[in-house]
């Protein structure tokens, strides 16, 4: 059974740094073929794709938002982790983790954590 | 960029109806598109693959068509657990999604 799931603060504040964790079992990101991702929703808006790192270290950005954003991950921990930097009130959402099942399609998704950024 | 917008915003419809939903690009997709339903308070499920291919476990009352800039999403046959809000995404040029179909019950 595949799961994942997000972790890390449900609030920050303006100019700061969010790190969020995607945590996974039931599959190997060290294996041809696997990726993993982030998604967001604003509250009430529609998704918007963040960034996905494949099995092998390759990663994509959204165009707009890549220079604030960095993906990695630790394939031992079967974590991966995204930082946005300069953080704004029109980031606050919920953030989801997500497998690239397709490939470029996503069948499996964390159930998401929201993100409040206030001072 | 590759824009998706999606038609109607907000569809009404009843118990045993068969609707239908649009999706159409900004410039040519071949057929790298995918649908997606999404429930109040949960993350989007997988429907359709590839503009046409059902997602495996999901309901043959859901189908997806077309190629090129313009694609549907039709559910046949209404049940009462349908009316969520559907996505489409396409996948030809990094991802972007469209604005979403809320489909609310009449």
């Known amino acids: 059974q595949i799961t994942l799931k997000e972790s890390g603060p449900t609030l920050v504040k303006p100019t700061q740094t969010l790190t969020l964790t995607c945590t996974f079992s039931?599959?190997?990101?060290?294996?041809?073929?696997?990726?993993v991702g982030w998604i967001r929703q604003p509250p009430g808006k529609a998704l918007e794709w963040l960034a996905l790192?494949?099995?092998?270290?390759?990663?994509r950005y959204s165009p707009s938002l890549s220079s604030r954003l960095t993906i990695t991950k630790d394939t031992s921990k079967k974590q991966v982790v995204l930082r946005m930097t300069n953080m704004d009130p029109v980031d606050t959402g919920t953030y989801y983790c997500?497998?690239?099942?397709?490939?470029?399609?996503?069948?499996?998704w964390g159930p998401g954590m929201l993100v409040t950024v206030s001072s | 960029d590759i824009q998706l917008t999606q038609s109607p915003s907000t569809l009404s419809a009843s118990v045993g109806d068969r609707v239908t939903i649009t999706c159409r690009a900004s410039?040519?997709?071949?057929?790298?598109l995918a649908w997606y339903q999404q429930r109040p308070g949960k993350a989007p499920k997988l429907l359709i693959y590839?503009?046409?291919s059902l997602e495996s476990g999901v309901s043959p009352r859901f189908s997806g068509s077309g190629s090129g800039r313009e694609f549907t999403l039709t559910i046949s046959s209404l049940q009462p657990d349908d009316f969520a809000t559907y996505y489409c995404?396409?996948?030809?040029?990094?991802?972007?999604f469209g604005q979403g179909t809320k489909l609310e019950i009449k």
């Open positions: 590839k503009a046409s």
């Open positions: 995404q396409q996948y030809n040029y990094y991802y972007t």
């Open positions: 039931g599959f190997s990101l060290s294996a041809s073929g696997g990726a």
């Open positions: 790192i494949h099995w092998d270290d390759d990663k």
């Open positions: 997500i497998r690239d099942s397709g490939p470029d399609f996503f069948a499996d």
């Open positions: 410039q040519n997709i071949f057929t790298w």
